[in-house]
């Protein structure tokens, strides 16, 4: 049988969260309540049947290493395969490869170990819940060289602007890759290849000083190359910036689009907490809220997202806003349009208001 | 492999008391707190009184139990050399099989499984109890007395006393006389069913026991009593603290009221002595726009539009527009229509409860439990 192995590269995001990512890296920013960026992907990986997956990241990694642990959450934690999270530890003194090439260069062992034949691609900015067989099946039927997961957005958004977008012929191959402002035929980061071409392109790469695997290897060929694409269409988000992290964020307090993310497709797996169910005291005031286990609620909570283990007092009002585990709401204090990282405290009284185009955020541990 | 202490939990108990909760799953996995099953507690103990060598002796319908507990990870008591092993009848030797007797006779027929670990002490423990201890104390507390065997206490008000085993102690805690369930108590400490024993003398006890036909093989009934009337050193420890026998369905809904009360001495989330239990990774909850939600606890993948007052949500509940849940425990995956009401209320696993439905028990009342069957009787 044809398998995959797995690869979430994250050498091309980095810092873009501001204060969120001072102290890690943008795939373990927490999201949506219980969440980070990169448990959509590994999940939909594991569910995949891909059991070996390695990590490529440069910086900032402590968080995510503490997050993925052995993988066992993910159930990766295998005799056969497993996770492999692999930081720049390089030591070729013959070494000249570039930019993510340096990746694929000095880990070429993971490549060339691993008993599939594929690999499955992925960054960790791509937020949906789907298994990738089908991808892989139309892969395989249609004899394509690289194949990539596209989705079309009815309305473009300013997140949209970096991705790069497909033009493709009625049967599907890729003619065009290209930054197109108007095109609402996103490519999500997502791709499968082959392992031989995979490793042939990074020579090639390499050999002629290129700097970007993607880029340099597959868009640079996309005329000598079979690359084909494949629609998916169930509910996603793509997020790349403080302004669409915050939106999208707050989209899942639309009860369709919170249906649509986490009832239609399979789990996402995520570092289990171990919290007690949420706690709703006497004076709690909760409407249209994301809220995770070990939270006591005490306050007024309203259009907003509360993580794991956060406290609200009594008086306290929370509009517009995500707020992170442990962090703790003191009585009468106010917040509207703000992000609080882990582990802040609002004392009593504070007021803190951001706007809705640009939300205000605390990094984490501070007190106010 | 020596080992200092070995955990025997008991968790064969059929729980007939609890009704429609236990026709098909065992009372230790009974759901509880709405994340928990009954058994999480004791294991969660085990874990944080960092016993980790334990014999899980299931016996009725054990298919939910054993699948909850499988190879005991979530209480990190998949561990190389010990950790849980679970122990489960029918024994079948060459001259035929047996079910566990009694409690006794549960602990004599895995002498075996202890004698592995070849332990100075044994601790028997149940799974059927909602509290929060360190059984480490206990043990420390029964090295210090050098008793052969240690019993937990715990005092109860003077007019419940006819419900609980009862010890009579000297002013020491040294137990001269233990009473089933007396009509004229002389003592207000009752068992807590939690005992530490000196494996040697245990096992002795166990031995002769086990060749008396009129024994019931119970600790209660035959080996304490044997060893007071040979005037063992028996104390017994003072447990202070949260606990909760929920054997009853009244008892059971009383439990989680309790656990809703914000100066419960046993709290859910205290980072010191968590429990522990499986996640089945569900989303965080969505409160809408059209719920209330007070004095209530709520788990992951809920989504409620009601109004929730005095009630426990456990996984993946639905609760629609315009439905009103009071003092009411809803287990995983309950979906609940527009309009309904219920009051002290307990629904089963997946049930679905139809558009204007409306069942209440009174005050007075014992609770309500839905299950699929009776559900169709009730709003026929």
Known sequence: MDTMMGLINLEHEHDFLNELTYFRCGAAVPFAGRFRLIDFTLSNMAKSDIHEIAIFTRSKY????????????????????????????????????????????????????????????????????????????????????VTLLTTTYDQLLPEHDACVKVKTDADGWVSSLANEPKNSHVFTGVYVIRKSLLLDLVDDCIANYKNHFFMDGIKANL?????????????????????????????????????????????????????????????????????????????EVDNSILFRGVKVSEGAVIKNSIVMQRCNIESGAVLENVILDKDVTITRGQELKGAKEQPFVVAKRRKI | MKKECVTMLLAGGVGKRLGALTTSVAKPAVPFGGRYRIIDFAL?????????????????????????????????????????????????????????????????????????????????????????????KLLRHHKEKQADATISVLEVPWKETSRFGILN?????????????????????????????????????????????????????????????????????????????????????EAHMDLLKEDLELSLNNTNWRTYSHDSNFPPQLIEE????????????????????????????????????????????????KNVYLEKVIAQENIFIPDNTRISASMDQEPIVLSQENLKAITS
């Open chain 1, 223 to 299: 005329n000598q190359l079979n690359v084909q694409s494949y629609h998916y269409d169930g509910y996603s988000a793509i997020i790349n910036s403080i302004d669409s992290y915050y939106r999208q964020n707050l989209a899942l307090l639309e009860t369709d689009a919170y249906k649509d993310l986490f009832f239609k497709g399979e789990h996402v797996l995520t570092k289990i907490g171990n919290q007690a169910p949420t706690k709703y005291l006497e004076k709690s005031k909760v409407s249209k809220s994301l809220v995770a286990t070990g939270c006591v609620i005490d306050g």
């Open chain 1, 62 to 145: 402590r968080s995510l290493m503490d997050h993925l642990g052995s993988g066992s959450d993910w159930d990766l934690d295998r005799r056969h395969g497993g996770l492999f999270i692999l930081p720049p530890d390089w030591n070729d003194p013959t070494d000249i490869s570039k930019g993510d090439l340096r990746y694929f260069h000095n880990n070429r062992d993971y490549f060339l170990r691993g008993k599939s034949d594929y690999v499955l691609i992925s960054g960790s900015q791509f937020i949906s819940t789907t298994v990738y067989h089908e991808l892989f099946q139309h892969h395989l039927t249609k004899g394509a060289d």
């Open chain 2, 290 to 337: 059209t719920a209330s939600v007070a004095h209530s606890l709520v788990n992951n993948g809920c989504v409620v539009s009601g109004t929730l007052n005095h009630s426990i949500l456990f996984e993946n509940v639905r609760i629609d527009k315009g439905s009103t849940i009071k003092q009411s425990i809803l287990h995983p995956g309950v979906r609940v229509g």
């Open chain 2, 169 to 253: 102690t000297t002013d020491d805690l040294r137990i001269y006389e233990f009473e089933e369930k007396p009509a004229q108590p002389k003592s207000n400490l009752a068992s807590m069913g939690i005992y530490i024993f000196n494996w040697k003398v245990l096992r002795d006890y166990l031995e002769k026991d086990a060749l008396l036909s009129e024994s019931e093989h119970d600790f209660g009934q035959n080996i304490l009593p044997a060893m007071i009337a040979d005037n063992l050193k028996l104390y017994a420890y003072r447990f202070q603290g949260y606990w909760k026998d929920v054997g009853t369905i009244e008892s059971y809904w």
């Open chain 2, 44 to 136: 969660s103990n085990c874990l944080n009184s960092r016993m980790y060598t334990v014999g899980v002796l299931t016996q009725y319908s054990p298919l939910d139990l054993h699948q909850h507990i499988g190879v005991g990870k979530p209480w990190d008591l998949d561990r190389m050399n010990d950790g849980l092993t679970i122990l489960s009848p029918p024994f079948t030797v060459q001259t035929g099989g047996n079910w566990y007797l009694g409690t006794a006779d549960a602990i004599t027929k895995n002498m075996n499984f202890i004698d592995r670990y070849d332990p100075e002490y044994l601790l028997v423990i149940s799974g059927d109890h909602i509290y929060h201890m360190d059984y480490d």
